[in-house]
């Protein structure tokens, strides 16, 4: 267990729930839920997903997990993006108003009477974060919420929502190939004491070495990233030579030793290095690779793996950080809402997919 900010204890390595609906190419609910299941089991049991994810199909299947569990799970969810029918895209929206119906509403398909975590998921740039963040804490006032979290904002965002009510975690891109958060938003979160829930701590699936980017289903929202495309995807595996041969490096008759867990490895080393507690969040519908996760708790990386690391990183032709805007709505490719909110969120219909220009970030719910 480790303890994030404000006291709030979870898992060492959460889950993130996201993969478990059609994302990746298509989902089997009855194989997602038995995942879940494995996860709790194994002692997985940080859950993280948002209203987005499948728009409210990955909580209404986190829910029912959560009938027969509600006391081993220590459960995340969001609030923030919205997907438009119209054209495809999603925007954002963190009113007042908003705030509390969606909160409303995730409650009431996750079945349960209080959420553990709550996180703004994007910044909306046209409501002041003392709006927003005030909001969130009403929630905790009236005991719809335990905690409150940032996801994807700035540190100069995360000092002011600081200031206005104790943010216990930030949840952010951050893996051996997506650094940019170590600039500024990493040291501040640190300097707070609050945690860091990196998503995507496997790249997406690409630091585990096994994904080819010719098998990726038609619908595999990755055949829209620039770093999956052709080209691209075979310059930055330059990076996963290194994390497979030290992976190898560390691997024995007895033992094995996946890329998957040097990557996870290497984000908890960053968090002992910074006095920073670090809970990633990877993503899978297998419960093989849950198991194989947890293997990364225990394994320790010698300071030369961790500056041939390092080294991978820092010469990887291909772009692989935000913008040093990317957290605004423009930059994003979000957009402040300007839409009535529907009185229920549990639409079907709804495809989001990246803006014309290919920004990796537009969807911005990835969890592997």
Known sequence: MIHLGDNLQVSSLGFGGMALTPVYGPADPTESLATLHHAVDAGVSFLDTANVYGNGANEELIANLLRSRRDEVHLATKFGILGNPADGGVSTRGDASYVAQAAEESLHRLGIETIDLYYMHRRDTSAPIEETVGAMAKLVAEGKVRHLGLSEVTAEELDAAHKIHPIVAVQSEWSIWSRDVETNIVPTAARLGVGFVPYSPL????????????????????????????????????????????????????????????????????????????????????AARIDENLGSLVLKLSEQQLAALDQAAGVLPIPTGFPKDARTAKASGLRPSTAPLPRTYSGRGVRLLPPDDGERKTCGVENL
């Open 203 to 286: 790249g997406r699936g690409f630091l585990t070495g096994t994904v080819n980017n010719s098998d990726l289903a038609e619908n595999d929202f990755r055949r829209k990233i620039p770093r999956f495309a052709n080209g691209s995807f075979d310059a930055n595996h330059s990076v996963v030579t290194v994390v497979r041969s030290i992976a190898a490096q560390l691997s024995s008759d007895e033992s094995q030793v996946s890329p998957a867990q040097v990557a996870l490895a290497w984000l908890f080393a960053q968090g002992q290095k910074l006095s920073l507690p670090v809970v990633p969040i990877p993503g899978t519908r297998r």
